[in-house]
């Protein structure tokens, strides 16, 4: 079963306005990572977090990790038409293979 | 570096048929690979984790039986659907892994097969 849920399920914005994206998940983790997918594409790494880590950013990619609720949040800043695409939480859960279980995914687009 | 290719991209076949599908990583030994399956406008849900040299280990609900795993090189895994019906038809994605590489937590993804069964 899906650990992690997303929210919100679409987002529709304005190239330069900020995007938030949420993902909460039930179990211990690892890690929790984000992925960007184009339609009909493959997954395109985006940033790892740990579990004992609060904040990181990457260029125009900010993430936050919440342990003790059990959320993270992906912020975009001065969005872009190119960043038109689906993100999704992804958790490594402790222990095994670090496998990953995925988030339901933000549909996220971004007019001109 | 860390590439995972997928062949096919894409594949139509009959109700019944078997479908093999690869997955390598170019530049890499991928001790660890996994498969997903993803429908339209919805997550990647795992299939199974495959080990180099060892069985696959399936996801609950995933027939064993029905997606054969076979990750039998350090660069190489398959994924053979067997008698394939329309409901099997998805987009299915392959990731890989080498602990030994530097962010070794992360995932390097393929760029999917869309299967596509009549």
């Known amino acids: 079963s899906q650990q992690g849920e997303e929210d919100p399920q679409a987002l529709s914005i304005q190239e330069g306005e900020n995007a938030t994206m949420n993902c909460s998940y039930k179990?211990?983790?690892?890690?929790l990572q984000w992925y960007r997918q184009n339609s009909g594409r493959g997954l395109v790494h985006l940033i790892l977090?740990?579990?004992?880590?609060r904040e990181k950013h990457s260029g125009r990619l900010r993430v936050t990790l919440d342990t003790s609720k059990k959320s993270s949040s992906l912020l975009i800043t001065a969005s872009r038409a190119a960043d038109t695409a689906s993100y999704f939480c992804?958790?490594?859960?402790?222990?095994?293979?670090?496998?990953?279980?995925f988030g339901a995914g933000t549909r996220l687009a971004v007019h001109p | 570096g860390a590439v995972v290719s997928q062949h096919p991209s894409w594949v139509i076949c009959k109700s019944g048929t078997s479908v093999k599908i690869e997955c390598r990583s170019l530049d890499f030994q991928a001790t660890t690979m996994f498969w997903y399956r993803q429908f339209p406008k919805q997550s990647l849900m795992l299939m199974a984790t495959?080990?180099?040299?060892?069985?696959?280990?399936?996801e609950q609900g995933v027939e064993k039986d029905k997606f054969l795993i076979n990750h039998a090189s350090l660069t190489l895994s398959t994924l053979t659907v067997t008698s394939a019906h329309p409901e099997d038809s998805s987009f299915y994605i392959c990731?890989?892994?080498?602990?030994?590489?530097?962010?070794?937590?992360?995932?390097?993804f393929g760029p999917g097969t869309r299967l596509t069964v009549l």
């Open positions: 179990t211990s983790i690892n890690n």
């Open positions: 977090i740990r579990s004992n880590e």
């Open positions: 992804a958790t490594a859960l402790s222990g095994g293979y670090n496998k990953l279980i």
């Open positions: 990731s890989a892994r080498d602990p030994r590489l530097a962010g070794a937590d992360t995932q390097y």
């Open positions: 495959s080990n180099e040299g060892s069985k696959a280990t399936y």
